[in-house]
């Protein structure tokens, strides 16, 4: 089976164009195909419903957490002293009074209070230390405030019981818990040794500031600490999804080297997804909470100018104080700005770029005069330049371009490089910019905008206008082309016109958060790409950049894997249907079949293999179909006669009895060690002797009290009690009717779909973090994902055989081998009387015989091997050999299942040859 390993951070992509100088449009054209789009989908559209509701995650992000903890801190210590101490005081000085209070008064700290302080120090410490420092002097003075209360507070003791409090800010309620609180070690992490350098034992008393900004004021224009915690986030994030990648394109190459079969380059694409997918699914939930915080950074665009443009902020601030008539807020020119810069980032010939507008539009609204309205104008111009240093495209990359680089160089002697405004940032700035990404889809955006006014699907770009196109990129900037004429073209169709923009697909936002951001995109053109979506596709280019030379052996795997998926349906679909002895066809389970098949439209030709069968999407498309397709559809289907629950139970009785060793046939063990933890066929705990027949039934959809009676029945038939005159299926028949199964739930078989489809981590356990490595790095959205993605890929290792098998192809070949038994044991003209006499299904009066009969001699008998049945003649006859007989049987008839019609690729049990390092966690797993 293969051996997942874990994730690592990623990705880095490079910065996208805008208009130089002088202003130079990068337009981009696409031209149109000869593909009809009403041809592009394969099949009807069925009714998917409302199969299964979204599901939500069940946590917050750790932006959400860090706000929260700084809210509640401070009003812990408002609540918490006389308030004649700090009353009228708004200014975080009162945190001092309060602190120095706390401490003469030896006041007993709720133990959540110091976690909360931690973690707003941490966070804020984080910032500092980065490039673009702690803020202004009043965010720094409010962390030297921060970390003298805790070298005041340490010391005190700790209140047994958690003083509840109750915290609403701007009539949002503020959660009071710890969402870590599943993952840690509370007294480990209490007794780890702290960083003295983010919490130093002893500092001096920081002087009050006179005239201090609020604490409500502080914390509302937090919003640059907000966005450098956002932006180092993603990096970490895209880190995790790069090292990801690398371990797919290794292990690829160690499978070579071992000649293992290509397929099992499977369950490491699939981690690679899951590790992204999570990634993905991070970054939309701290968007969203960013936003919500902050309503004026809603595109990258205006975090970057936010985080970019501190000194123009200024300058258009005392423009408007002096010129305007109209108070204008900080926050509203920084998104002014950020509009400004989203000018270079658009088509020029796009009717909704602002450039000729926005300036205009800004300072009627404050009522500038004509001299401010210049000024304003030249710093629109100054925003322009900047980014189109920062961000060229190959069309603006010009000899007037780079003299005017070289210019601003001589006159600040300071370099002015592409690519620079996120420094420190490996896998989202530098060459990996994903500014640039953002930039490169706003561009895309009026190609879509104008397909669809024609009515048309859109083709490759003018050939060679943003590079050449490569198979292997020494830089992200050589993926321009690529991106741009043989990838946003084809997924713009796709979600317009092919499988993601005709149907609604279940599970489409568990299992493709990319799929789903660009529809988003493909749909709404002209809205400003989101920093989810630019991540997503980032995170594409990242699998590309990481597997290098191996992509196009993951393309064409992929594809393989994918199709005999679908080929192996086709070849069950015919055999039943050539196949008198099958009832399968009859089953409502197999309308599963129609929705699963309908899956194949994500593998059609006309969307092309570098859109759909890059690293990112041919994993999402196989675990789409494995997930979704052959798990949640399959698990109905695979059981649709009862035949797994038959077969199950069976070999489960041979092997308890010593009769059968388990392994001996390989495809059912599959199963067996798939299904143990079922509770639709096992009830709880696998069966011992004496509850097989009653597990059975209750598996079966009998009542308990029934069940019991049926299974006492069968206990004094096998240890030779009374026959019953009223034959063989009398007792069975007074409890059969009316009788519902309980249907499989795939969560029940995989705990990798329950953590990925339901979104369900409430039991996962950290095992590859020390304390210490906890202590630093828990307060961090990649831990978070690190964890999730451990857990869940651990448990797929775990899984990787169940997964291999296909549920829709197994299924038919189980129903055989029950109706194979029945002609061996010679019960078809018997059943075939049951039917006509009870108008029940044969596979009912199956089900009697061999309940009460064949497990009841595995369930009770003293010597099941010599068992002399009664009661039941074609089985008498077969005694004492029958159970001997039986297991000969079974390794006839499997030996005889081709693996190429069951299994759709290849699980191989990896060892110790994979290791996942969480890099900036300091995690590793061997």
Same mark, same amino acid.
């Given at each position: 089976?293969?051996?997942?390993?874990?994730?690592?951070?990623?990705?880095?992509?490079?910065?996208?164009?805008?208009?130089?100088?002088?202003?130079?449009?990068?337009?981009?054209?696409?031209?149109?195909?000869?593909?009809?789009?009403?041809?592009?989908l394969?099949?009807?559209v069925?009714?998917?419903?409302?199969?299964?509701?979204?599901t939500?995650?069940?946590?917050?992000?750790? @932006?959400?957490?860090?706000?929260?903890?700084?809210?509640?801190f401070?009003?812990?210590?408002r /609540?918490?002293?006389?308030?004649?101490?700090?009353?009228?005081?708004?200014?975080?000085?009162?945190?001092?009074?309060?602190?120095?209070?706390?401490?003469?008064?030896?006041?007993?700290?709720?133990?959540?209070?110091?976690?909360?302080?931690?973690?707003?120090?941490?966070?804020?410490?984080r910032?500092?230390?980065?490039?673009?420092?702690?803020?202004?002097?009043?965010?720094?003075?409010?962390?030297?405030?921060?970390? @003298?209360?805790?070298?005041?507070?340490?010391?005190?003791?700790?209140?047994?019981?958690?003083?509840?409090?109750?915290?609403?800010?701007?009539?949002?309620?503020?959660?009071?818990?710890?969402?870590f609180?599943?993952?840690?070690?509370?007294?480990?992490?209490?007794?780890?040794? /702290?960083?003295?350098?983010?919490?130093?034992?002893?500092v001096?008393?920081?002087?009050?500031?006179?005239?201090?900004?609020?604490?409500?004021?502080?914390?509302?224009?937090?919003?640059?600490?907000?966005?450098?915690?956002?932006?180092?986030?993603?990096?970490?994030?895209?880190?995790?999804?790069?090292?990801?990648?690398?371990?797919?394109?290794?292990?690829?190459?160690?499978?070579?080297?071992?000649? @293992?079969?290509?397929?099992?380059?499977?369950?490491?694409?699939?981690?690679?997804?899951?590790?992204?997918?999570?990634?993905?699914?991070?970054?939309?939930?701290?968007?969203?909470?960013?936003?919500?915080?902050?309503?004026?950074?809603?595109?990258?665009?205006?975090?970057?100018?936010?985080?970019?443009?501190?000194?123009?902020?200024?300058?258009?601030?005392?423009?408007?104080?002096?010129?305007?008539?109209?108070?204008?807020?900080?926050?509203?020119?920084?998104?002014?700005?950020?509009?400004?810069?989203?000018?270079?980032?658009?088509?020029?010939?796009?009717?909704?770029?602002?450039?000729?507008?926005?300036?205009? /539009?800004? %300072?009627?609204?404050?009522?500038?005069?004509?001299?401010?309205?210049?000024?304003?104008?030249?710093?629109?111009?100054?925003?322009?330049?900047?980014?189109?240093?920062?961000?060229?495209?190959?069309?603006?990359?010009?000899?007037?371009?780079?003299?005017?680089?070289?210019?601003?160089?001589?006159?600040?002697?300071?370099?002015?490089?592409?690519?620079?405004?996120?420094?420190?940032?490996?896998? &989202?700035?530098?060459?990996?910019?994903?500014?640039?990404?953002?930039?490169?889809?706003?561009?895309?955006?009026?190609?879509?905008?104008?397909?669809?006014?024609?009515?048309?699907?859109?083709?490759?770009?003018?050939k060679?206008?943003?590079?050449?196109?490569? /198979?292997?990129?020494?830089?992200?900037?050589?993926?321009?082309?690529?991106l741009?004429?043989?990838?946003?073209?084809?997924?713009?169709?796709?979600?317009?016109?092919?499988?993601?923009?005709?149907?609604?697909?279940?599970?489409?936002?568990?299992?493709?958060?990319?799929?789903?951001? #660009?529809?988003?995109?493909?749909?709404?053109?002209?809205?400003?790409?989101?920093?989810?979506?630019?991540?997503?596709?980032?995170?594409?280019?990242t699998?590309?950049?990481?597997?290098?030379?191996?992509?196009q052996?993951?393309?064409?795997?992929?594809?393989?894997?994918?199709?005999? @998926?679908?080929?192996?349906?086709?070849?069950?679909?015919?055999?039943?249907?050539?196949?008198?002895?099958?009832?399968?066809?009859?089953?409502?389970?197999?309308?599963? &079949?129609?929705? +699963?098949?309908?899956?194949?439209?994500?593998?059609?030709?006309?969307?092309?293999?570098?859109?759909?069968?890059?690293?990112?999407?041919?994993?999402?498309?196989?675990?789409?179909?494995?997930?979704?397709?052959?798990l949640?559809?399959?698990?109905?289907?695979i059981? %649709?006669?009862?035949?797994?629950?038959?077969?199950?139970?069976?070999?489960?009785?041979?092997?308890?009895?010593?009769?059968?060793?388990?392994?001996?046939?390989?495809?059912?063990?599959?199963?067996?060690e798939?299904?143990?933890?079922?509770?639709?066929?096992?009830?709880?705990?696998?069966?011992?002797?004496?509850?097989?027949?009653?597990k059975?039934?209750?598996?079966?959809?009998?009542?308990?009290?029934?069940?019991?009676?049926?299974s006492?029945?069968?206990?004094?038939?096998?240890?030779?009690?009374?026959?019953?005159?009223?034959?063989?299926?009398a007792?069975?028949?007074?409890?059969?009717?009316?009788?519902?199964?309980?249907?499989?739930?795939?969560?029940?078989?995989?705990?990798?779909?329950?953590?990925? %489809?339901e979104?369900?981590?409430?039991?996962? &356990?950290?095992?590859?973090?020390?304390?210490e490595?906890?202590?630093?790095?828990?307060?961090?959205?990649?831990?978070? =994902?690190?964890?999730?993605?451990?857990?869940?890929?651990?448990?797929?290792?775990?899984?990787?055989?169940?997964?291999? =098998?296909?549920?829709?192809?197994?299924?038919?070949?189980?129903?055989?081998?029950?109706?194979?038994?029945?002609? +061996?044991?010679q019960?078809d003209?018997?059943l075939?009387?049951?039917?006509?006499?009870?108008? #029940?299904?044969?596979?009912?009066?199956?089900?009697?015989?061999?309940?009460?009969?064949?497990?009841?001699?595995?369930?009770?008998?003293?010597?099941?091997?010599?068992?002399?049945?009664?009661n039941?003649?074609?089985?008498?006859?077969?005694?004492?050999?029958?159970?001997?007989?039986?297991?000969?049987?079974?390794?006839?008839?499997?030996s005889? &299942?081709?693996?190429?019609?069951?299994?759709?690729?290849?699980?191989?049990?990896?060892?110790?040859?994979?290791?996942?390092?969480?890099?900036?966690?300091?995690?590793?797993?061997?």
């Amino acid at each position: 089976m293969a051996k997942k390993k874990q994730a690592r951070k990623s990705n880095k992509k490079k910065g996208g164009g805008g208009n130089g100088a002088k202003s130079r449009g990068t337009s981009v054209a696409s031209s149109p195909t000869v593909t009809d789009p009403s041809a592009l989908l394969k099949g009807e559209v069925p009714d998917f419903g409302s199969i299964h509701p979204i599901t939500k995650r069940n946590y917050s992000s750790i @932006y959400s957490c860090y706000k929260s903890a700084t809210h509640r801190f401070l009003q812990y210590m408002r /609540d918490n002293v006389p308030k004649n101490l700090i009353d009228g005081d708004t200014s975080v000085n009162f945190l001092l009074t309060a602190a120095d209070w706390m401490s003469s008064q030896s006041h007993a700290l709720d133990p959540y209070v110091m976690r909360d302080l931690k973690l707003c120090i941490r966070m804020r410490n984080r910032v500092a230390k980065s490039m673009f420092g702690g803020g202004d002097d009043g965010h720094k003075y409010f962390l030297q405030v921060l970390v @003298y209360c805790w070298t005041v507070l340490r010391i005190l003791p700790t209140a047994e019981k958690k003083i509840e409090i109750d915290t609403v800010e701007d009539g949002e309620i503020v959660e009071d818990e710890n969402r870590f609180t599943p993952l840690l070690n509370e007294e480990e992490e209490e007794d780890a040794e /702290d960083d003295t350098d983010c919490f130093p034992l002893k500092v001096s008393r920081p002087e009050p500031k006179a005239n201090p900004v609020t604490a409500e004021e502080l914390l509302a224009s937090d919003d640059r600490n907000d966005a450098v915690l956002f932006l180092l986030s993603l990096d970490e994030l895209m880190e995790c999804i790069a090292g990801q990648y690398s371990i797919v394109a290794r292990n690829i190459r160690n499978d070579r080297s071992r000649e @293992y079969k290509d397929t099992t380059m499977i369950s490491t694409l699939m981690d690679a997804t899951i590790a992204a997918n999570f990634s993905i699914q991070a970054v939309q939930m701290m968007e969203m909470e960013l936003q919500t915080q902050h309503e004026h950074l809603t595109t990258p665009c205006r975090l970057l100018a936010c985080l970019e443009l501190p000194v123009i902020t200024a300058q258009v601030s005392s423009i408007v104080g002096e010129r305007g008539a109209k108070q204008c807020d900080r926050s509203e020119i920084i998104a002014f700005l950020g509009d400004s810069m989203e000018c270079s980032f658009i088509n020029p010939s796009d009717e909704w770029n602002r450039k000729d507008s926005i300036v205009g /539009d800004f %300072c009627r609204k404050y009522e500038v005069d004509n001299t401010g309205c210049t000024q304003i104008e030249e710093l629109f111009l100054c925003v322009t330049q900047m980014t189109i240093l920062e961000i060229p495209m190959k069309p603006e990359v010009t000899t007037s371009l780079n003299q005017f680089r070289a210019g601003l160089e001589r006159g600040t002697g300071k370099p002015h490089k592409p690519h620079s405004w996120l420094p420190r940032m490996d896998f &989202v700035g530098g060459d990996r910019s994903i500014h640039r990404t953002v930039r490169l889809m706003q561009l895309f955006a009026g190609s879509i905008d104008k397909s669809v006014a024609q009515g048309r699907t859109l083709g490759p770009a003018n050939k060679g206008m943003f590079g050449k196109l490569t /198979d292997r990129p020494s830089n992200f900037s050589d993926m321009d082309e690529l991106l741009m004429s043989h990838i946003l073209p084809h997924w713009a169709n796709l979600c317009r016109y092919g499988i993601l923009g005709k149907a609604k697909l279940p599970r489409i936002s568990e299992l493709s958060p990319l799929y789903v951001q #660009l529809k988003s995109f493909a749909d709404n053109p002209r809205r400003s790409v989101s920093w989810s979506c630019a991540f997503s596709v980032h995170a594409v280019l990242t699998g590309i950049f990481e597997v290098a030379a191996e992509r196009q052996h993951v393309t064409d795997v992929s594809k393989i894997v994918f199709d005999t @998926y679908f080929a192996q349906v086709r070849n069950t679909l015919e055999l039943m249907n050539n196949e008198k002895s099958s009832n399968m066809k009859k089953s409502k389970a197999m309308q599963n &079949v129609a929705l +699963v098949s309908f899956l194949e439209n994500f593998g059609l030709s006309a969307f092309g293999d570098n859109a759909m069968w890059n690293p990112l999407c041919a994993g999402t498309n196989l675990s789409i179909l494995n997930f979704f397709g052959n798990l949640e559809g399959g698990s109905a289907v695979i059981d %649709c006669q009862a035949q797994l629950r038959i077969m199950m139970y069976l070999y489960h009785g041979l092997i308890i009895n010593g009769i059968m060793e388990e392994d001996s046939v390989p495809f059912l063990q599959f199963l067996y060690e798939g299904f143990k933890n079922c509770k639709a066929l096992w009830q709880g705990s696998l069966p011992t002797r004496g509850e097989l027949v009653k597990k059975f039934w209750i598996s079966f959809g009998m009542g308990l009290s029934h069940s019991k009676r049926m299974s006492e029945s069968a206990r004094l038939l096998a240890r030779g009690g009374p026959v019953s005159s009223a034959g063989v299926f009398a007792e069975g028949l007074q409890h059969c009717r009316g009788r519902t199964m309980k249907p499989i739930e795939p969560s029940e078989i995989s705990t990798a779909f329950r953590r990925i %489809c339901e979104r369900d981590f409430s039991d996962v &356990v950290d095992k590859y973090h020390t304390p210490e490595q906890r202590k630093r790095s828990s307060h961090t959205e990649q831990y978070n =994902v690190a964890v999730h993605t451990n857990d869940t890929l651990d448990h797929l290792e775990e899984e990787m055989k169940l997964h291999s =098998v296909n549920f829709i192809s197994a299924a038919y070949y189980l129903e055989q081998f029950v109706c194979s038994i029945t002609r +061996v044991l010679q019960w078809d003209s018997l059943l075939e009387t049951f039917k006509e006499t009870t108008n #029940l299904d044969t596979r009912q009066g199956f089900a009697i015989i061999f309940a009460q009969h064949l497990l009841g001699a595995l369930d009770f008998a003293h010597d099941p091997l010599n068992y002399q049945f009664r009661n039941a003649p074609m089985l008498t006859r077969k005694a004492p050999t029958l159970f001997h007989g039986l297991c000969g049987f079974f390794d006839m008839y499997f030996s005889r &299942v081709p693996a190429e019609n069951v299994l759709w690729f290849q699980a191989v049990e990896r060892g110790d040859n994979g290791t996942i390092e969480m890099i900036g966690s300091g995690a590793k797993r061997r």
